[in-house]
């Protein structure tokens, strides 16, 4: 299932949410095939059945083409893209024709974790839209100012005749889970599952991804500290290495198992406790490391950790959008936490970890002497500083080289 998306990874790992149509090759030959890359929060009401619509729209001689998912009734979430392969338009010419569509999710580590053969019936002025629309390499982020006026409209549901044509997708929980497991450094198994009812693990292991090709056996889940007669752990994530220390503290948002699917309205009210909570939590780990609390791995081993450098304290969250009161994390708190415990303050969401992440590698492979946990520690010092300067953790930074 990786392979679908093998001629996309690049474009994936680019951009957090998009879509892609291709006709790719199945069991009874070529299939009209939808590609969804989202953040997991999203794919989770996806796979819980929510209303899902697409839309077909020309921007001048390109076609721009957006799927609207039902997770909230004010501010559904749109992913959209420019058709640029003549593979998308045979995909929608056989939807056309009355072809099923398989349809397979991946996150933002652009992991594969379901697919679904859906119905989806394309009206036949598709055909006549899409007919002599260039192809090519299609420049997103120009035509942005462009695609958003349609892209309001497919929000708002104004419709004009014909100059946009919107298809129904079928409402359906029968997804196909496709189970992933990363053997990190440690010689452990990290699984991913969609479907897994433990949503908080299942980010944390998102963490664990991301972060354990940056310094080989200096990545650790859940270490511990010791408490009374037993133990505690000192954080969902620990990363350590000569010249510093990393702890991450993995906030999720529960979809599964409740009475009813909630909005994302509802979880935005929920972000705020859930980062308190969070940052009590580093708090109360830096100083455990800072008081020289010996650590040690879930498996007993103990852990040689450097403490003599300021820790980067990351919270991580599914979704930094769902942050509506972005002035409770401003200065005031980021300077506060320094002072309180002289580390340094992060709010990240997995995306976001993974840009930094991509970055550290860039920066790493520019240099001779500088280790991708190295290029990540500078990254995430760099980050601070425009944090400060925007006045708000919640930021999101890109990589760029002057010479390129």
Request: charged share 35%.
């Given at each position: 299932m990786h392979l679908l998306a093998s001629h996309y990874r690049s474009e994936f790992l680019a951009t957090p949410q998009l879509i892609r149509f291709d006709l790719t090759e199945g069991h009874g030959g070529f299939e009209p095939t939808l590609l969804i890359k989202a953040r997991t929060l999203l794919l989770k009401?996806?796979?819980q059945g929510v209303a899902m619509?697409?839309?077909f729209a020309r921007l001048g001689d390109r076609l721009l083409y957006a799927l609207k998912v039902k997770d909230d009734d004010t501010k559904p979430g749109i992913l959209w893209s420019i058709l640029e392969r003549d593979k998308e338009k045979a995909a929608l010419i056989a939807l056309v024709q009355g072809e099923s569509c398989q349809v397979f999710l991946f996150n933002e580590l652009a992991v594969n974790l379901a697919w679904a053969s859906l119905p989806i019936t394309a009206d036949e002025n598709l055909t006549e839209m899409i007919a002599g629309i260039a192809t090519g390499s299609a420049d997103h982020v120009a035509l942005k100012t462009e695609a958003s006026v349609i892209l309001d409209r497919f929000h708002d549901d104004e419709m004009g005749d014909g100059d946009i044509i919107v298809v129904d997708l079928p409402n359906t929980t029968a997804w196909n889970p496709i189970f992933n497991q990363f053997i990190t450094s440690h010689a452990t198994v990290s699984p991913i599952d969609l479907f897994a009812s433990d949503?908080?693990?299942?980010?944390e292991q998102l963490a664990i991804w991301l972060t354990d090709s940056l310094h080989p056996l200096g990545i650790y889940h859940s270490p511990q500290i010791p408490k009374g007669r037993g133990y505690r752990e000192l954080a969902d994530v620990l990363l350590s290495y000569q010249h510093g220390s990393i702890l991450i503290e993995s906030k999720a948002l529960t979809i599964f198992g409740r009475d009813s699917l909630p909005?994302?309205?509802?979880l935005a009210r929920n972000v705020s406790g859930h980062i308190t909570k969070a940052l009590k939590q580093l708090?109360?780990?830096i100083r455990r490391l800072n008081d020289g609390t010996p650590v040690s791995s879930k498996a007993g081993v103990q852990i040689n950790v450097e403490r003599t450098q300021p820790v980067h304290a990351i919270v991580l969250i599914p979704d930094l959008d769902l942050?509506?009161?972005?002035?409770?994390f401003g200065i005031e708190l980021?300077?506060?936490?320094?002072?309180d415990t002289g580390g340094f303050l992060h709010l990240?969401?997995?995306a976001e970890l993974l840009r930094i992440v991509q970055a550290a590698e860039i920066i790493s492979s520019h240099g001779t002497n500088t280790s991708p946990i190295m290029a990540f520690d500078y990254y995430l010092i760099e980050r601070t500083k425009k944090a400060c300067q925007s006045g708000t953790l919640c930021i999101e930074v890109l990589l760029r080289f002057a010479d390129e």
């Open positions: 009401y996806i796979v619509k697409l839309s949503e908080g693990s299942q980010q909005s994302r309205t509802k708090r109360g780990g942050i509506e009161d972005r002035e409770a980021i300077q506060g936490f320094t002072k990240l969401d997995v």
